[in-house]
């Protein structure tokens, strides 16, 4: 995890036209059977549905478009023509004329927080929004008049912080802001970074710490002049308090992921990763799909820590428990990934991304170089010994590396499997901000997917303002380097990192292909930000669809619309290939389908 964007406002829908929706049946009055290129005739089982009139975007190896579609218990069956599409068509057949709207394969996301997602939406969610004070304040003061009910000592968690963003620009809270508020109760407030929290003094006091309290292993407890605690936590100084927090019972964990799929089908996702993966949350999943009511197909990557014992013996536990087995037409469960964190964030103040070269230093107008060059947390031989046993276990690791120095010391790690012979394991490096140009062909010679935040590829606070001013000019051309990666062959995936960013799978795609804010925002005026690693649209929905799947060894399954694969596709109210940029971001899903069901909208399309 890690920081965000604000979420820009949703453009308006365009107009979704008529739809004409069918059933037919052959009854021998038909037209004879038509013939393929070569005379032969062609025969063909009756489809359950036959989807029609459609821009149908394949994501095919040549991305080939066509009309139609024909999906047969859970699979489609047939992609081609209308014309063609008929031999598909039987009694029973449900025929579904999309008036040419775009038809596309579902998103996978392959990095994101869904049970914090899911807790975000029920609780005090900031959203994201660059706030004052006042309005902070506002905010929560709201929230504990709506739930004055509850007990002193229930804890109210904020969701949603853009620490970043708080206006005017460089404003620091502290627990003196929350204990501003009057109320007894213990707060605790997340930033959207992932690595910050901001906690009020009774907060503090529940969890035991104060001035004499150690900074743990992998964190930082921050302090004002005087060694007291200001109420701010970094990193692994959070799980100080973890422990203290009521954790959500069983029945509020299914509530939570019941809202997080609900959500994620809205957006098209059909598959995704959990790349902070809970037991909690792989019990609450796996309820779900017993009772068939999984709507995405749900992929989990267990937490490896630095001197975790057997952790690999862990994770072969719950993949025991948990995993489905093989991928099927109905959404199942998955537990075939590992996350590692190497390092931070680049943003300042925290600024605990791995760094080659130190940040700079800046004040007074000037930057000059400094000696801070971030964390680390895995030794070279440390993640190469841990890297190597979970590859041989069948796990692939997915590593959080932001800073350059961490890329490359995943990227050396991943090319000792390699050396090893070992071509089937899936490696991924989740973020990759900022890569030396050495590095950068790596990813296709190693085969390693990188996962990355397109959200972040746009001027805002915590880029222009947070990380351009200490990396200097030539280390910023090389700030979410997608362009630079596709270039040199290698294999980019969309990971929203939900909750960290919105669930704005949209206007995440329109970031990589424009790199611009919204229209209307502040940095608007800006412009594209590195415009040299612009992504054209058929990559960018590449990255959220076939290389997802790819990500997640699904690709034989998902991910693209041909015969043979799962119906796991989403219906759109825009042609995304051809409404002008800065439209993608509006776009809405009207239908999204996981193996042949319907999990959002309607096959009537209203």
């Given at each position: ?305 630095v001197g975790d014992k057997d952790p690999v013996g862990k994770v072969r536990a719950l993949r025991d428990r948990y995993d489905g087995g093989a991928v099927k037409a109905a959404a199942g469960i998955a537990v075939r990934n590992t996350k ?257 069901r319907v999990v959002h909208g309607s096959l009537d399309l209203e």
């Amino acid at each position: 995890m890690r920081g965000t964007r604000g979420t820009p406002g949703r453009r308006a829908v365009l107009a979704a036209g008529a739809v004409t929706v069918t059933a037919v049946a052959l009854d021998g009055c038909g037209p004879e059977p038509e013939r393929d290129d070569s005379g032969k005739d062609q025969a063909a089982q009756a489809a359950d549905l036959v989807l029609t009139g459609g821009h149908v975007h394949t994501v095919d190896a040549e991305d080939s478009v066509h009309q139609a579609l024909a999906v047969t218990a859970g699979r489609i069956t047939f992609v081609g023509t209308d014309r063609e599409a008929r031999r598909h068509v039987g009694k029973g057949t449900r025929v579904v004329d999309l008036g040419g709207r775009m038809v596309m394969p579902g998103l996978h996301d392959g990095h994101l927080h869904p049970m914090s997602g899911g807790q975000g939406l029920l609780g005090c969610d900031l959203e994201y929004e660059p706030l004052t004070v006042r309005q902070f304040q506002d905010r929560v003061r709201a929230y504990l008049k709506r739930t004055k009910d509850e007990g002193p000592d229930s804890w109210v968690q904020v969701e949603h912080w853009y620490a970043q963003a708080m206006r005017p620009a460089g404003t620091k809270l502290t627990k003196a802001d929350l204990d501003a508020l009057g109320t007894r109760r213990p707060i605790v407030v997340k930033s959207t970074d992932g690595h910050t929290v901001l906690v009020s003094s009774r907060a503090l006091e529940i969890a035991g710490i104060t001035a004499a309290t150690k900074d743990p292993a992998g964190g930082a407890i921050a302090r004002d002049a005087q060694g007291e605690p200001t109420g701010v936590l970094e990193d692994g100084a959070t799980d100080l308090l973890t422990a203290k927090i009521p954790q959500p019972t069983a029945a509020e964990n299914l509530r939570i992921a019941r809202t997080a799929l609900a959500a994620l089908a809205g957006q098209g996702v059909t598959t995704f990763m959990d790349a902070l993966a809970s037991e909690e949350g792989m019990e609450a999943f796996t309820a779900l799909a017993k009772e068939g009511k999984l709507t995405a197909r749900a992929y989990f990557a267990p937490l490896v820590n630095v001197g975790d014992k057997d952790p690999v013996g862990k994770v072969r536990a719950l993949r025991d428990r948990y995993d489905g087995g093989a991928v099927k037409a109905a959404a199942g469960i998955a537990v075939r990934n590992t996350k590692l964190f190497l390092d931070g964030v680049l943003q300042y103040p925290a600024q605990t991304a791995g760094l080659l070269q130190p940040y700079l230093e800046c004040g007074h107008g000037e930057c000059r170089p400094g000696k801070r060059t971030g964390a680390q947390y895995w030794k070279q031989e440390q993640l190469d010994s841990i890297v190597a046993e979970l590859t041989t276990a069948g796990l692939d690791p997915h590593v959080h590396a932001i800073g350059d120095r961490s890329v490359r010391t995943a990227l050396n790690a991943f090319a000792r499997v390699r050396e090893r012979g070992d071509r089937r394991s899936r490696l991924t490096v989740a973020h990759a901000e900022l890569v030396d140009p050495a590095d950068i062909k790596r990813f296709a010679r190693l085969d390693v997917v990188a996962a990355m935040g397109f959200h972040w590829a746009k001027p805002a606070p915590d880029s222009v303002e947070s990380v351009k001013p200490y990396l200097g000019a030539k280390r910023w051309s090389n700030y979410e380097p997608e362009g630079d990666i596709l270039a040199g062959g290698g294999r980019i995936s969309l990971g929203s990192d939900w909750p960290v960013d919105p669930l704005d799978e949209w206007t995440a795609i329109k970031t990589a292909i424009t790199r611009t804010a919204a229209p209307g925002s502040e940095y608007a005026a800006q412009g594209p930000m590195t415009p040299h690693q612009r992504i054209s649209r058929a990559a960018a929905l590449r990255a959220a669809t076939l290389n997802g799947a790819y990500q997640l060894r699904q690709e034989d399954h998902t991910g693209s619309l041909e015969a043979g694969k799962f119906a796991d596709l989403i219906v759109l109210d825009r042609n995304v290939m051809k409404v002008p940029e800065e439209e993608i971001a509006g776009t809405k899903v009207l239908l999204t389908m996981v193996g042949g069901r319907v999990v959002h909208g309607s096959l009537d399309l209203e």
